[in-house]
């Protein structure tokens, strides 16, 4: 077998690299472009590497500081607190005013009862005597709030009584605390039903019927009056809530064992229950 004879040795030939071209760096422009950069671009503008950013692409250049944008203030925790320091608030001013309310005495509360006649304030002899006297007596109001009265009381133990009774005795009731709810003769029934849920049963309360009263509904206690129109006025009950027993002249005197009999007094006494007179 043959061999051929090597040739001469191929050197490989050496490419000059141009300081414009290679190591990343961009070619360099072709022939006809424009001055001033690249293939269309136009007159003015500046060479590469050398813009407004400064030399080298951007070395040196300062770097920017960010800017914080502020966001949106979280209310949710703001409306919280508010919240619980208005219910605070509320809490302690309640608080401040039951106690204040707690510490009224039955005399405030009463001078409190719009429309009330506070007639002990008068200190008017005729209503403040508590003597005891046989036979009808006169009086100052009409209803009467106080003054001379019969030796017997008239049974103040929630009775309800469809007729007048005799003033004499219902004085004598009011001084041993009882509240006298009174009604215009005539007055509708609807109405005087109403009076009788608030009265029938509870002691140191009675209901009659009056003549000639100026208006629906009068109520009574010692020295203290209240007139209204109509059953269903919320200060029917302030009245006997708040004066009840508590305007007595004699601490611990009872509404059992008076008279029950309608109609004017006849005499000392309707029956036999008579306390000693100023009692």
């Known amino acids: 077998m043959s061999m051929s004879?090597?040739?001469p040795e191929r050197v490989p030939s050496t490419v000059k690299v141009d300081k414009?071209?290679?190591?990343?760096?961009?070619?360099?422009?072709?022939?006809g472009a424009k001055p001033g950069g690249g293939s269309g671009a136009r007159p003015g503008n500046r060479p590469g590497g050398?813009?407004?950013?400064?030399?080298?692409?951007?070395?040196?250049?300062?770097?920017?500081?960010?800017?914080?944008?502020?966001?949106?203030?979280?209310?949710?925790?703001?409306?919280?607190?508010?919240?619980?320091?208005?219910?605070?608030?509320?809490?302690?001013?309640?608080?401040?005013?039951?106690?204040?309310?707690?510490?009224?005495?039955?005399?405030?509360?009463?001078?409190?009862?719009?429309?009330?006649?506070?007639?002990?304030?008068?200190?008017?002899?005729?209503?403040d005597a508590r003597d005891h006297k046989d036979g009808a007596l006169t009086y100052v109001t009409n209803p009467p709030v106080g003054g001379a009265h019969n030796a017997q009381w008239q049974n103040c133990m929630g009775d309800v009584y469809t007729e007048p009774i005799a003033n004499?005795?219902?004085?004598?009731?009011l001084e041993h605390g009882a509240v006298w709810v009174t009604y215009k003769q005539g007055l509708g029934a609807d109405q005087v039903d109403k009076?009788?849920?608030?009265?029938?049963?509870?002691?140191?309360?009675?209901?009659?019927?009056?003549?000639?009263?100026?208006?629906?509904?009068s109520l009574q206690a010692w020295g203290y009056q209240l007139k209204v129109d109509n059953a269903d006025d919320k200060r029917i009950d302030e009245f006997i809530k708040d004066l009840r027993v508590n305007a007595t002249l004699e601490p611990n005197a009872g509404c059992?064992?008076?008279?029950?009999?309608?109609?004017?007094?006849?005499?000392?006494?309707?029956?036999?229950?008579?306390?000693?007179?100023?009692?």
Request: aromatic share 4%.
């Open 5 to 7: 004879t090597p040739g």
């Open 20 to 31: 414009t071209s290679g190591q990343g760096k961009p070619p360099a422009a072709k022939s």
């Open 50 to 127: 050398k813009g407004p950013q400064g030399k080298g692409g951007g070395k040196g250049r300062k770097p920017v500081t960010p800017v914080k944008v502020s966001g949106g203030r979280n209310w949710g925790p703001i409306l919280v607190a508010g919240v619980v320091v208005l219910l605070a608030a509320g809490i302690i001013g309640y608080g401040v005013f039951a106690s204040m309310k707690g510490a009224e005495t039955w005399e405030d509360k009463a001078a409190g009862i719009e429309g009330i006649v506070n007639y002990r304030e008068q200190k008017n002899p005729q209503i």
């Open 168 to 173: 004499e005795h219902a004085v004598h009731s």
């Open 195 to 217: 009076l009788k849920s608030k009265v029938q049963g509870k002691d140191f309360l009675m209901l009659s019927p009056v003549a000639n009263l100026d208006k629906n509904i």
């Open 256 to 279: 059992s064992g008076g008279n029950t009999a309608t109609g004017p007094v006849t005499g000392a006494g309707n029956g036999t229950n008579m306390d000693q007179p100023g009692n």
